[in-house]
């Protein structure tokens, strides 16, 4: 059973940079073919998909972000970054395995993490 588990700060003032880590047990992040996600969800939001990074360490974001994903393949786990971030970033992020990178759909997801952005 693949488990992922969201840790990172809750609380950031605007401009600050949000570098939230996904980590991984059950399964390893390098398994061919599956996408590892970070997905977020605004209050009265749907689901946005932010970016990926690939089993082979590729990474795809969503257009006009700034976003980055890297990985620690030692340590299974893989991190998002979002710089300058404003209150319109205030959300619950997800991290999930998926079967494609730009996908909704995931098998497994982590619990979710709520993260505020406030001066």
């Known amino acids: 059973q693949v488990q992922l588990q969201e840790s990172g700060p809750g609380l950031l003032k605007p401009s600050q940079t949000l570098s939230l880590t996904c980590t991984v047990s059950?399964?390893?992040?390098?398994?061919?073919?599956?996408?590892w996600s970070w997905i977020r969800q605004r209050p009265g939001k749907g689901l946005e998909w932010m970016g990926a990074?690939?089993?082979?360490?590729s990474t795809e974001y969503t257009p006009s972000s700034s976003t980055s994903i890297s990985r620690d393949t030692s340590k299974n786990e893989f991190t998002l970054r979002l710089t300058s971030v404003t209150p319109e970033d205030t959300a619950v992020y997800y991290c999930?395995?998926?079967?494609?990178?730009?996908?909704?759909?995931?098998?497994?997801w982590g619990q979710g993490t709520l993260v505020i952005v406030s001066p």
């Open positions: 990074i690939g089993y082979s360490g």
């Open positions: 999930a395995r998926c079967d494609q990178a730009m996908a909704l759909v995931c098998e497994y």
């Open positions: 059950g399964g390893s992040i390098t398994s061919s073919y599956y996408f």
